[in-house]
């Protein structure tokens, strides 16, 4: 790619993209420059293209689900590192707070996400510390990597839940995180996998794929009759929508678990009485930790959900078309990239 070609996209404003020149940074030590290949696009970029997220402050450069090229080291990195294909954990935690301590470091109360409060891959080229940058084996497709980070967002949610082998799940929503969900939950041995979606190409791709049963929300409860009437025994909400979560408990069986998955900027509501009576669960999951490793394996062991899931590329100058596409109404997008190269 030439050098017009290897451009920074800069949100300048709600709803305002300026292409830039990229910048040529610096690595400190223990850090790595990676010069970006593809980024996906998430939910979280199109709330803070909106305007609508509570973390966006402007000039931002966003874009958070990377695969690039390791191009400079700084010092104290091992040097077999350079010129190395990986993606990038976009967490950067302190180390040192509470949470931090017991392990859950992205719950960091100071925590740092690249594209969002540190510059993000759209820059074309950005810093990252050493530690997560994680390699990944050379492919025909090395922009389809950029899936690896979503799929470790649904991999920490499974490991979040108490689902064991056997069980009746429900994942509330097929956009690439409920499908993210379906298949790592595959890996697990659960006896059902129900995912409930109103579009029918997007159940379609559900049961294409081979990741359980899908069907519309009106019929999961003549579903759950049959399968098991008490209802689910977790059930993953995917969506982001406040409703969809406060009529969750509606698929649960008494003592299950709800897992809150899905971002959104509103609130929900769940009716006390239900909670105590049913002895429900409640579990939030947020990013990821540890879990890039897994979801390495699973995006390498699923090409045709990698072909499935990202429906759409643009070059980063047609970010703006790319924003377009995720937010027109009945769009068939899942996974937009933005590719480099």
């Known amino acids: 790619m030439s050098d017009r070609d290897r451009v920074a996209v800069v949100t300048v404003a709600p709803g305002r993209l ?11 030590a223990g850090e790595v420059v990676v010069e ?34 390791v191009t400079a080291l700084g010092d104290g990195v091992d040097p077999a590192l350079e010129g190395e294909l990986v993606v990038v954990e976009p967490t950067l935690e302190c180390g040192s707070c509470p949470e931090c301590l017991r ?33 990944v084996p050379a492919s025909a497709d090395p922009a389809a990597w950029a899936l690896v980070e979503p799929v470790a967002v649904a991999c920490h949610a499974v490991a979040r ?26 890996g697990r041995g659960p006896g059902t996998v129900v995912v409930v979606e109103p579009s029918g190409p997007r159940r379609r791709r559900v049961e294409d794929l081979g990741l359980g049963s899908a069907v519309h929300p009106d019929a999961v409860e003549s579903l759950l009759a049959d399968l098991q009437p ?17 009529d969750s408990h509606g698929v649960v069986r008494p003592g299950g678990q709800i897992v809150v998955v899905g971002q959104g900027t509103g609130s929900f509501s769940l009716p006390m009485i239900v909670m105590t009576r049913k ?17 390495i394996e699973l995006v390498n062991g699923a090409p045709a959900f990698v072909d499935s899931v ?32």
């Open 18 to 28: 300026e292409v830039e020149a990229q910048a040529d940074p610096r690595p400190g």
């Open 36 to 69: 970006a290949i593809a980024t996906g696009l998430f939910g979280s970029d199109v709330h803070l293209f909106a305007g609508d997220h509570p973390y966006a402050q402007y000039p931002l450069v966003q874009g958070h689900e990377v695969v690039g090229r």
């Open 103 to 135: 392990g859950a470091y992205n719950r960091c109360e100071r925590l740092e996400v690249i594209g969002v409060q540190r510059v993000g891959s759209l820059a074309g080229r950005f810093v990252t510390r050493a530690v997560k940058a994680h390699r």
């Open 161 to 186: 839940s108490a689902v064991r082998p056997g069980d009746v799940t429900i994942v509330l929503g097929a956009g690439v995180i409920g499908l993210s969900i379906a298949l790592s939950l595959m």
């Open 230 to 246: 008490a209802g689910a025994d977790v059930v993953f909400e995917a969506t982001g929508v406040p409703k969809v979560l406060g």
């Open 279 to 295: 002895e429900l669960t409640l579990v939030g999951t947020r990013n990821s930790a540890g879990e890039f490793p897994a979801a």
């Open 310 to 341: 990202i429906t759409h590329r643009f070059h980063p100058r047609a970010a703006g078309e790319a924003f377009a596409e995720l937010t027109t109404p009945g769009t068939d997008a899942l996974k937009v990239l933005l590719t480099f190269a």
